[in-house]
Structure formats: structure tokens, C-alpha cells
């Protein structure tokens, strides 16, 4: 089974929210409509969004650490918006386990938000549906696109390669490694809600080096002992120092 | 949560309607064992249909919910998973029962369907409202599931909730028929009025033991859990959009501290406290205005009481959205 899936690294994302406005820009011009905002130019602009990056300080003055937070729909292989949902709009696909909404048949009751941890669904004010990410699903399965533009548009888009791409289910891909090897995790763990998009944690990187590791160790010229002495039958480099 | 009237109306309107027509059957039932006087069927017949009325304008209440009123017929396709769907299937059915037994009533069609060796005659209306009963308790938890089926909402994931919606629904149904057997049935308004005290108080422990519940709470989610970060002190900076979102309109009832808990205290006051002394004292004095007033501020209680539930359920999603910047 295939569970595609968004790796963040929280240790490099710079939270420039280049991922937003390229999620936005992406699906705001599909088949499925704009995604509606209101007030775009006035005091209070609000609109839909798929995805949103948030920052958080972490510690206490002078130790802090800022983390820019991508948040998106975690397409969970359990996810609990999908079960609620009265209409059968709210669906999560065998094929790839992309969590997804039919536009044309929610009815707009909000339920699923509810029932959804992270608050990942946003709905549209002016068409009155739910709306989440799609993982771009109408970009990453579109043969008239060059192999490497089938991404979505948020990982395409993101300068620092924050954001990886991929089948968490196959232990080989790229993201499967980043998980295990990175130490990737899922959010709000305690919901058993088995997210499939990972985050990887700040990494502080710390290179130790020992004197000895700045010389050549195995230096031929330098004797630590005598050396072993050579028979007399074995022939001598010189003829000389030999018995 | 931030609480939507539409919810709210819809929530309390068929919980009184509920509760209307489960106090009209008791009380056939009743008569039907002769432990009470066999009313007109015109009692009956009307009665239901104001039930009726009340569930209607509850059903009329919970499409401004919607924001494609015109699909919610497709509502009723997932009763396999959602309590949701099942709410929307089980309402037009007791609809549709009420209006039958309210007919069958009125008409005077009415034939005895079997007899059971006892020599006990089971009436058609006896059937539909052993139907109606079982509808009316269907829909009560298909109601209170809605929430209480939502684990991260640990102010509803308990069986209170269900519970509570029975009691506080039942509580106002028969506060309701009180006051129209007293107009009606004058002799039927003492029955009424001891149960609609006793499901009151009932209710009244209900929902103290919810609310004594929820004070102890302790929330599942952190923010640590919820960006997986395990540090004692974090501060949100940004919450991605300065002019607000769907997330922060939703969720948060955006009322003072003050006002949440003046809510509580009205609600109890309304809801419990005052409709008691005032069925209490009816049952001495008889007056229809007193019961009048007594569900007239029940219902307003219970309103509040609904606002209360929602507002104090506190989303785990609120901790991504705790600071604008």
C-alpha cells in the first residue's frame, strides 16, 4: 500500500512562506475553483488556505530557539475527519491514502473540523465547502508535466529543501530514510490518529575533533617502537645496514 | 467551540419536542393500564402535533447550519459511521411517526391490533407510540453521540453527554406538557408536573456531575505534543494570517471569562433551579401562567445551557492558534 506523505524539517525551514503562497497560487488556479478569500486588500484580509506557517519561540531569554512551523493536512492513516463526515464527501484514497473532500457533494456542516485535532480543514466562506490540502493530487499524477515538476507545489517551491515528498509506506524511499535516520515524528501522538506527514526536529550539529585526528596517525616515519629486525638471508635496501 | 445558534435552536427545539411526546405516551400508557384516566383523543392527537411543531421548527433551525442546505439529503448516506447521518435519518422518522400517532388520534382510526392474553387490547396507537418511544430515545443519542463520539473534545467524549441530552430534553417536554395538560387536561397537570420536577432534578445532577467533571479535566494535548517540540516554555509568535481564519472563528467563542461563567450560573438558575420551585409550587397552586413562565425560562435556560456546552469545549486545534503575532 502507498501512504504519500509531506517530511518537514523543522531544522532548516526558514519560514519565508514561500510554501503558502505557492500552495495557494497553485490551487486557487485549478479546475476545483479558487480558494476564496475575503477582504484580500482591506484592515482584516482572512481567506482558505491549504497550508499556513506558524512560529513558535522555544526556551527562555537569551536561550531561545525560533521554530517556523509548516502545518498542513496530515493525511493520517486513521484519519478521524473521515468516519464523520454524513455525506461520504470526506474520503481517504486507497491507492495513495491521500485524505481528500468531493467539493460537489459536502454540504458544508463543518462536522469534520471538529472531529480533525490539528485543525487542518479550513472551509471556503464563499463556496461554503470544506477545503484541505490535496498534496496536489492534480499535479503529482500529471503526465504533461516533466517527471520532476509531479510534486506539490508547496515542495517545489520551498528554497531551503524543507519539504520532502514521497511514500512513507516503502521502506527505501527518501522520506522513509529521513524518518528513521532523522528521528521523524508524528503530532499529538495520544490521538492514535497515525498522522502520515513527519516532522524533523532541530538538530544541533557538533563536530568534535581530537589533536591526534589533525596529524596522520599512520605516518610511516614516526616510530612508535623499534622495528622488527630482518634475517640475515633478507635482502637489504641498502647492503649496508644489513648484517 | 464557538457556538451556532442554528445548533443551539435545533438542539433544544427537538429535545422539547422529544420530551413533549414521551410525556403524552406515558401517560397513555399509564391509561392504558387504568393507573390514569383515558384522555380525549383530541389530547393526544394535538399534543403530538405540537410536538411535531417544535421538532419541525428544530429541523428548520438546523439547516442554516449547513452551507449547501440544498445537498443535505445526501446527509443520510454514511449511517454506517457517522452519528451525524444517523441523527439526520432518525428525525424525519419520528417526524413521521408523531404526525401518524397525532392522525391516528385526531381521525379515530384507531383499531385494536391484538389482544394480549392478559385480556390488555393494543391499540394502533399503542404501537406507534411504543415506536415513537423507541425513536424518540434513537434520536436523543444519535443527538448527544454527535459529540460525545469526539475523543480530542474531552469536555463531550463521556457518557454524560448522552445522558444529559435525554434529561435536559425530557426535562422540557414534560415542563412543556405540564403546561398544556393544565389547559387541556387540568387533571392530568399534577402527573405531568411531578415527572417534569423529578427529570428536572434528574438533569440538574446530570449536568452538575458533567460540569464537575469537566472542571478536572486535564487536556491530552500540549503544545508540546502539538509541534512535537518537548521544551517547558513555548511561545506562539505567528499564527500564519494576521486578519484571523476559519480556525480562530470556529473554535473560539470569543466571549470574557465573566460572561462564560454568568452563563453557567443563569443556566443552572433557569434550567433547573427556578422551573422546580415553579412546578413545585403548581402542584398546590395550580395556574397555567405559572407553568407558562416556568418553561418559557427552562427553554431560555436550556438555551444557555447549550451555549455553555459548546463554548466550554475546548479544541486542541486552539493550541496552533493562541497568538495573532
Redesign the interface.
Known sequence: MTQLALIIDLNVCVGCHACVTSCKEWNTSGSAGPLCDENPYGADPTGTFFNRVQTFEVGQYPNTETVHFPKSCLHCEDPPCVPVCPTGASYKRKQDGIVLVDYDKCIGCKYCTWACPYGAREIDEKQKVMKKCTLCVDRIYDTALPEADRKPACVKACPTSARLFGDVHDAESAVSKAIRESAGYALMPEWGTQPANHYLPRRKTNLKIHADELERVDNPLKVDGKLPKPNKSDPALDDVTSW | ?NPAFSVIFLTTLIGAGQGLFLALFTQQSYALFDLLPHQDARFYGWGSLLALLFTMAGLIASFF?????E??W?????WR?????RE?IVLPAFMGILFLYGAAHLSGFDPVLLILPSGLSVNATIVLGGIGTILAFALFVSTGM?YA?????QEWHSPLTVINFILLGGASGFTLATLYAAVFAPSQSGFFGGWAIIITLLAFAGRGASLWRNARLKP??T?Q?????K?P???????????????TR??FHGKSASFFSAVKAAFLLLAFVAPALLLAVNLTYPSGLLLGIAFILQYIGLLAERWFFFAQAN????L??QNIS
Open positions: 467551540m447550519h449547513l452551507g449547501r442546505p445537498r443535505a445526501r446527509s443520510a448516506i454514511q459511521t457517522s452519528w451525524l447521518s439526520v454527535i463520539c469526539l475523543r480530542f473534545l491530552k494535548s503544545l505534543t502539538a509541534i512535537g517540540i521544551h516554555r513555548i511561545v506562539q509568535t505567528a499564527q500564519g494570517a494576521m486578519g484571523g481564519s476559519f480556525n470556529e473554535f479544541h486542541p486545534q486552539n496552533y492558534y
